[in-house]
């Protein structure tokens, strides 16, 4: 069987993370190293409510086949929110629906990518964005990512060197949970301009924001198309595999024969009882809950890393999203460390997955979202335990 | 932008079918052209009973990230199914849910189709895996479609000339209703064992036979591995998205790799109510209600056929599924006639779009599964008239 496997699949592995998650199933374990939205704060029943009225009032054609760009509702209201929460005007019929954010990875990569393409991503970089363009065989260039977004001179770099695209994460980066400052935008932007480097602007906390000024996009800034990435799994649910891509019309055309392709259209079902859920409900106080309790669980979080662990460590202190990111001292390796925590029933995602070159050997990442605030500080407690042992 | 797009992009194309179904919204449009199932048969209120419990019930993991590889539950319940109505033992790890069938055409391509592959397809084939697999730029062979299967000569010589698969549709081919006999099913099976050629059974319309016996997949007579794809879309409602393929471990590991850099997973929450809705409602008395329906459909539209339509025109009268293929005499373009039709009110799907070498000039497909009986009746009647225009 094995020589019948095309020639891609030689670059690609299982994700680690999902490796991971199942060593970390054993309810004993406090877990930082899923990438989950907290449960509790899943309106199950308002949810509940929006299916019962889609099948009762609209069952037939909730259930039937649809189109590929998506419900027009959804998209109307998705547009809706760009201006009033975000202030960004984005016309309804250039926003196509997709199966989860990760969709757009691949549809983008089916229309743009050519073996050998040189993409451009952050590093460390989201490992769902390396799985989904590797099967396309492109040749990732990183490019430091620094408390305030990137090191602008080794991008620069990457553009002039021919870049095809850039693809980052400019609110509260999964895994490091830093954000660009509003000059580095702007930067980043003329340098995309500069070189014409397609942009794909994945954004799925943008609105996860607990202290700080909301920024713009840096799409907002760009003057060349790119594409600008949305999804309701960390605002809503993740379940129903709702995300979406902003673009214009040259390239939306394109994205649709892709995803055509790829899986007819996203579950007719899934968008109704969301739309339905959000016609009928304030969803902006939803995030408001959100952005409330995930705030607070970053703050415990810090707080109890600045008690706990050792002054050497260094951490990202994120104004918003999920996660942040530990660099211990040169030579502590997190692989390590990870076998360590585990003994102790604490487990996290160590960093070097996150970089495509190997590095990042004494890194980490730890998410706040799902796990609550007396089981942060004892799981912080055990990992500062665990490190130290390291530095002894 | 236009030099930007990967090159695997200049070989596919927008679905024709879908271009043609915007042009058939009127309503007054008697339309055999989509492939829809009848929407008055979903089972609605089962379904929203389905719903409300799973949010009751399981709200919030419902709502969650969950497998690549599906719901478990729902997998034991497609295994069972196999062997009670099927009778083929499948074990329920080995069946990985997926995003709609079209999905598995996907991530099939991605994991076996080098560039230059050569794909062996039935002619007339079906579009979706023509429009799947053309982005990962195969070379198609062509099969020539007998009233009872593929041309075996053909066949084999397509299989001795180095194939890496053969996609096909053996029960109720989509578009020409074709199904394959039990000696060309056992003889395609030994033919791909022989040649060691990886076959994709594509099976959506197997459950919907309403004359004659069923037969044993093609998949069940293989030594060698294969996947056999499946689907609740014509048996339930295509609205969930909810497909699934079943493989050996091997295969399985890279199918699973593939599709979660393609979408993660699918629906949760669509998966949660399938499945209870599967639980709690005996879909075996629902199959047969569709069964019932549909073929009283294609008696009434082949009946009205030889009534209304010149004799000089031939169709398939399949057993099951939800089209038959018309083939009038040489000469008759059916793309002229569609313009002459839509005049009349009636539609169908031109044949050509399902020959990848441009022939099938005179043939056409229509769908009988989504017009009550009157409908059908008037409809052959227009559409049999602006035929008779084109022989005078």
Same mark, same amino acid.
């Given at each position: 069987?094995?020589?019948?496997?095309?020639?891609? &699949?030689?670059?690609?592995?299982? *994700?680690?993370?999902?490796?991971?998650?199942?060593?970390?199933?054993?309810?004993?374990?406090?877990?930082?190293?899923?990438?989950?939205?907290?449960?509790?704060?899943?309106?199950? $029943?308002?949810?509940?409510?929006?299916?019962? !009225?889609?099948? %009762?009032?609209?069952?037939?054609?909730?259930?039937?086949?649809?189109?590929?760009?998506?419900?027009?509702?959804?998209?109307?209201?998705? %547009?809706?929110?760009?201006?009033?929460?975000?202030?960004?005007?984005?016309?309804?019929?250039?926003?196509?629906?997709?199966?989860?954010?990760?969709?757009?990875?691949?549809?983008?990569?089916?229309?743009?990518?050519?073996?050998?393409?040189?993409?451009?991503?952050? *590093?460390?970089?989201?490992?769902?964005?390396?799985?989904?363009?590797?099967?396309?065989?492109?040749?990732?260039?990183?490019?430091?990512?620094?408390?305030?977004? $990137?090191?602008?001179?080794?991008?620069?770099?990457?553009?002039?060197?021919? %870049?095809?695209?850039?693809?980052?994460? $400019?609110?509260?980066?999964?895994? *490091?949970?830093?954000?660009?400052?509003?000059?580095?935008?702007?930067?980043?932007?003329?340098?995309?301009?500069?070189?014409?480097?397609?942009?794909?602007?994945?954004?799925?906390?943008? !609105?996860?924001?607990? &202290?700080?000024?909301?920024? $713009?996009?840096?799409?907002?800034?760009?003057?060349?198309?790119?594409?600008?990435?949305?999804?309701?799994?960390?605002?809503?649910?993740?379940?129903?595999?709702?995300?979406?891509?902003?673009?214009?019309?040259?390239?939306?055309?394109?994205?649709?024969?892709?995803?055509?392709?790829?899986?007819?259209?996203?579950?007719?079902?899934?968008?109704?009882?969301?739309?339905?859920?959000?016609?009928?409900?304030?969803?902006?106080?939803?995030?408001?809950?959100?952005?409330?309790?995930?705030?607070?669980?970053?703050?415990? &979080?810090?707080?109890?890393?600045?008690?706990?662990?050792?002054?050497?460590?260094?951490?990202?202190?994120?104004?918003?999203?999920?996660?942040?990111?530990?660099?211990?001292?040169?030579?502590?390796?997190?692989?390590?460390?990870?076998?360590?925590?585990?003994?102790?029933?604490?487990?996290?995602?160590?960093?070097?997955?996150?970089?495509?070159?190997?590095?990042?050997?004494?890194?980490?990442?730890?998410?706040?979202?799902?796990?609550?605030?007396?089981?942060?500080?004892?799981?912080?407690?055990?990992?500062?335990?665990?490190?130290?042992?390291?530095?002894?």
């Amino acid at each position: 069987m094995a020589d019948k496997f095309a020639q891609r &699949m030689g670059t690609v592995h299982r *994700s680690f993370i999902r490796e991971i998650l199942k060593v970390t199933a054993d309810s004993e374990i406090i877990s930082f190293a899923g990438g989950l939205p907290n449960p509790e704060l899943f309106p199950v $029943p308002a949810m509940g409510q929006a299916a019962s !009225e889609v099948f %009762a009032d609209i069952g037939a054609s909730a259930l039937q086949y649809s189109t590929t760009e998506g419900d027009a509702g959804l998209r109307r209201i998705i %547009a809706d929110r760009y201006r009033t929460v975000r202030g960004l005007e984005v016309d309804p019929d250039s926003i196509l629906v997709t199966t989860g954010s990760q969709q757009i990875l691949d549809i983008f990569a089916k229309v743009f990518l050519d073996k050998g393409d040189k993409v451009v991503i952050e *590093s460390p970089g989201y490992l769902g964005a390396i799985q989904a363009f590797s099967l396309f065989e492109p040749e990732f260039v990183t490019v430091s990512l620094e408390n305030d977004g $990137p090191n602008l001179e080794e991008l620069e770099a990457a553009f002039k060197d021919g %870049a095809k695209c850039f693809y980052a994460v $400019p609110n509260f980066q999964n895994p *490091s949970g830093v954000s660009y400052s509003l000059e580095k935008r702007k930067a980043v932007a003329a340098l995309l301009d500069k070189y014409d480097v397609l942009f794909v602007e994945d954004d799925p906390y943008g !609105e996860l924001r607990f &202290m700080g000024e909301d920024l $713009p996009t840096v799409y907002s800034f760009c003057k060349k198309p790119g594409v600008l990435c949305g999804s309701f799994s960390k605002i809503a649910a993740p379940g129903f595999r709702i995300g979406w891509v902003v673009t214009e019309k040259e390239i939306y055309d394109k994205l649709v024969i892709a995803k055509q392709a790829s899986d007819l259209h996203t579950s007719t079902v899934a968008q109704a009882i969301m739309r339905r859920y959000l016609e009928s409900n304030d969803i902006e106080s939803h995030v408001d809950l959100i952005r409330d309790r995930y705030g607070r669980q970053r703050e415990v &979080m810090v707080e109890m890393i600045r008690k706990y662990f050792p002054s050497e460590v260094v951490i990202t202190e994120p104004e918003g999203g999920m996660f942040l990111w530990v660099t211990m001292p040169e030579g502590v390796s997190s692989m390590d460390l990870f076998d360590v925590a585990i003994k102790q029933k604490v487990a996290f995602v160590p960093g070097r997955p996150f970089y495509v070159d190997g590095s990042g050997e004494n890194t980490l990442r730890l998410n706040f979202s799902n796990s609550d605030e007396s089981r942060i500080e004892e799981g912080i407690k055990r990992l500062g335990k665990a490190i130290e042992s390291f530095l002894d």
